[in-house]
């Protein structure tokens, strides 16, 4: 059996905050291993940081995160916001302050990738780490891999999005 939980979060600086505190908390409960847990507030705090800095959307909207715990212990991670301006990976240099974000999403997840949302406005980034999503049907084999970063789709079989973005950095992870 599936457990999730959700947050909506303003775009706010404090939010990245919030939602590492509200994850850490979770995943105590959800007595996850240290190292997941560990890692998957490292990438919440990124994408919520990506959503609060970079999605250019009307004053008002929210950042929505939630997290699903698969009955396999992979756990699913994703940040919506209304933008629908996909995350484009780039490489930062080494003097830049900023830009190493999906790169270490790419770097640390299992797999993870970003599509245009359901309802049509906006998008949702993800991630998924857990010693389930290697074996799982439809997701890449990641060991060695450079770009293998595969994006089922929504979780539990719904409808796929027309479109995703590649999960890939420059020069690999």
């Not at 909506?8 to 240290?34: C, M, N, T, V, Y």
């Not at 010693?131 to 990641?142: K, Q, S």
């Given at each position: 059996?599936?457990?999730?939980?959700?947050?909506?979060?303003?775009?706010?600086?404090?939010?990245?905050?919030?939602?590492?505190?509200?994850?850490?908390?979770?995943?105590?409960?959800?007595?996850?291993?240290?190292?997941?847990?560990?890692?998957?507030?490292?990438?919440?705090?990124?994408?919520?940081?990506?959503?609060?800095?970079?999605?250019?959307?009307?004053?008002?909207?929210?950042?929505?995160?939630?997290?699903?715990?698969?009955?396999?212990?992979?756990?699913?991670?994703?940040?919506?916001?209304?933008?629908?301006?996909?995350?484009?990976?780039?490489?930062?240099?080494?003097?830049?302050?900023?830009?190493?974000?999906?790169?270490?999403?790419?770097?640390?997840?299992?797999?993870?990738?970003?599509?245009?949302?359901?309802?049509?406005?906006?998008?949702?980034?993800?991630?998924?780490?857990?010693?389930?999503?290697?074996?799982?049907?439809?997701?890449a084999d990641l060991e060695g891999?450079?770009?293998?970063?595969?994006?089922?789709?929504?979780?539990?079989?719904?409808?796929?999005?027309?479109?995703?973005?590649?999960?890939?950095?420059?020069?690999?992870?």
């Amino acid at each position: 059996m599936n457990q999730h939980i959700e947050w909506r979060l303003p775009r706010s600086p404090r939010s990245a905050g919030r939602a590492r505190a509200f994850l850490a908390e979770q995943s105590r409960e959800w007595k996850l291993p240290d190292e997941v847990a560990e890692t998957a507030v490292l990438l919440l705090s990124e994408l919520v940081t990506n959503a609060c800095r970079h999605a250019r959307v009307p004053p008002g909207r929210q950042v929505r995160a939630r997290c699903v715990l698969g009955s396999d212990g992979v756990l699913r991670v994703e940040v919506s916001d209304a933008s629908e301006v996909l995350p484009c990976p780039r490489t930062a240099g080494p003097g830049d302050e900023a830009g190493r974000g999906l790169a270490l999403v790419a770097a640390l997840a299992d797999a993870w990738g970003a599509h245009p949302r359901e309802c049509g406005v906006g998008k949702t980034v993800w991630f998924e780490i857990g010693d389930g999503v290697r074996g799982r049907p439809g997701c890449a084999d990641l060991e060695g891999a450079d770009d293998a970063r595969h994006d089922p789709g929504p979780p539990e079989g719904g409808p796929r999005p027309a479109a995703t973005v590649p999960a890939t950095v420059e020069g690999g992870p």
